[in-house]
């Protein structure tokens, strides 16, 4: 390779490690072609491109982007794993993860995470991660939780309350029918009962009457009627 070539190596390089704030550092060293070629589909698939490269160009362009967290990890036949912005670290880890099991061959070195440095043990870790989708549903099914259950408590006395209503109106007929005859339904059901009406108090016996000259006068003259008539 020449030096000018080298050089655009590092300067491309280096540009993707400022840009990329995920990506994941692997010893492909045993891994054939074909297994190679597969592991870079399933990168493809989950938004990270996989690439080879010389530790010597790679420690140039970590030192220029200023990512020095890298140079520890440069050791060795080296694959990073450039994670897009829309890219899955979960499943980027997961395929990387499931590819050291089954072949015994890949090793997991370490690498970043939205710019914080992570080692081989956290790469395990993200990779049993469950995916973005589910992580959401479950969060949305603990937010939802209370809501739900507050707009149960909430509504069961109202469901009661149309029972009551529903009942009540079951009870007193419908009332579009002509009312009865009997003069007490008419009366409104709030209606409350008369109430018994208390015994008169006892009154004083009135004084004997007296006869007055006036009433004298009224009995003569009617005796005297009664004998002008016989």
């Given amino acids: 390779m020449q030096r000018t070539e080298k050089e655009q190596v590092v300067t491309d390089l280096a540009e993707q490690l400022r840009s990329t704030e995920s990506l994941i550092v692997a010893d492909y060293r045993g891994l054939t072609n074909a297994q190679l070629q597969e592991l870079r589909a399933k990168l493809r698939g989950s938004g990270a491109r996989l690439q080879v490269v010389k530790n010597t160009l790679t420690r140039r362009a970590a030192e220029a982007a200023g990512t020095e967290s890298l140079l520890a ?4 036949p080296t694959a990073i794993a450039f994670i897009e912005t829309d890219g899955d670290p979960v ?120 006869t007055t000259d006036t009433d004298q006068a009224d009995s003569a003259e009617a005796g005297s009627a009664t004998t002008e008539e016989e």
């Avoid at 990890?73 to 060795?76: A, I, K, T, V």
């Avoid at 309350?161 to 419908?174: K, N, S, T, W, Y």
């Avoid at 009312?179 to 004997?208: I, K, Y």
């Fill in 73 to 76: 990890l440069l050791e060795g």
């Fill in 91 to 210: 499943a980027v880890a997961k395929a990387l993860a499931d590819t050291a099991r089954d072949t015994k061959v890949l090793s997991l070195r370490g690498g970043l995470l939205a710019g914080s440095s992570m080692d081989a043990a956290d790469i395990e870790a993200l990779a049993k991660l469950p995916a973005p989708e589910i992580v959401k549903s479950q969060l949305v099914g603990v937010i939802i939780a209370p809501v739900t259950q507050l707009v149960g408590l909430l509504a069961a006395p109202l469901r009661d309350l149309v029972g009551l209503i529903d009942a009540r109106i079951e009870q007193l007929g419908d009332p579009t029918e002509a009312p009865a005859s009997d003069p007490a339904a008419d009366a409104p059901a709030t209606d409350a009962p008369e109430a018994e009406a208390a015994p008169a108090a006892p009154t004083a016996e009135a004084p004997p009457e007296t």
